[in-house]
C-alpha cells in the first residue's frame, strides 16, 4: 500500500512538472503601473489631439528622434515628420478612431530604456473600410528625468498563423542584462 501511495504521489509530481514545462513563459512586468500609466496617457492624449486638431500635447510623449514603423511598413523619422503626418493620417479617417488596448510586457533594459509591448483591438474605418483590427505595438521609451518618452514604435497587424509542431521547445524568456557601471 505504501509503495503505491509513494508511486502515486511521484506520478502526480511528474505530471505537474510537465503540464508547468507546457505553459506559455512569463512575461516580464518591470515597472508596470508606471508603463500602463503611460501607455494610457498617450492614447488619451492622441484622443485629444484627434478632437482639437492639435497635436502639440500629443508630441511631448516623443523624442526629437522618435521614428515610427506604421502596419503598412512605412518608416517615419524625426518628430519633426511625424508632426506632419499625423494630421495627414486623421484626415483619412471616417471618424474618430477608437483603442481597447492592455500592456502585455514592459522590461527595462537599462536605467532610463524601456521595451513595451502591447495588445490593441482598434476600430479604424477609412472610406467605410475597416483597416483596424487586433494589432500588437511595441515601443521603445527613454527616461528624461522623471519623464518617459517614446523614442521608436511600431504597430503589426495580428494575422492568423499556422500552429507551431507540438514538439517546439517552449520560448525562453531572457533575463534582462546587468547594468555596467560607469566610472
Excluded: H
Excluded at 471616417?94 to 522590461?107: A, I, M, N
Amino acid at each position: 500500500m505504501k509503495l503505491l501511495i509513494s508511486f502515486l504521489s511521484i506520478l502526480a509530481c511528474l505530471s505537474s512538472l510537465s503540464a508547468q514545462q507546457k505553459k506559455a513563459p512569463r512575461l516580464p512586468f518591470d515597472n508596470k503601473l508606471v508603463m500602463e500609466k503611460f501607455l494610457s496617457d498617450v492614447y488619451n492624449a492622441y484622443y485629444e489631439a484627434y478632437d482639437k486638431k492639435n497635436y502639440k500635447n500629443f508630441a511631448k510623449y516623443f523624442g526629437g528622434n522618435a521614428c515610427e514603423i506604421g502596419p503598412d511598413g512605412s518608416l517615419v523619422y524625426s518628430l519633426k515628420s511625424l508632426k506632419e503626418m499625423w494630421p495627414k493620417m486623421d484626415q483619412m479617417l471616417d471618424s474618430k478612431p477608437s483603442f481597447d488596448y492592455k500592456l502585455t510586457s514592459s522590461r527595462m533594459i537599462t536605467s532610463d530604456v524601456a521595451l513595451i509591448t502591447w495588445d490593441v483591438n482598434s476600430n479604424i474605418l477609412v472610406k467605410g473600410n475597416q483597416v483596424g483590427g487586433k494589432m500588437t505595438g511595441v515601443a521603445v521609451l527613454k527616461k528624461n528625468g522623471n519623464n518617459w518618452s517614446i523614442e521608436m514604435d511600431g504597430i503589426v497587424p495580428v494575422i492568423a498563423m499556422p500552429e507551431m509542431p507540438a514538439e517546439a521547445p517552449p520560448v525562453e524568456v531572457a533575463p534582462a542584462p546587468a547594468e555596467e557601471k560607469k566610472e
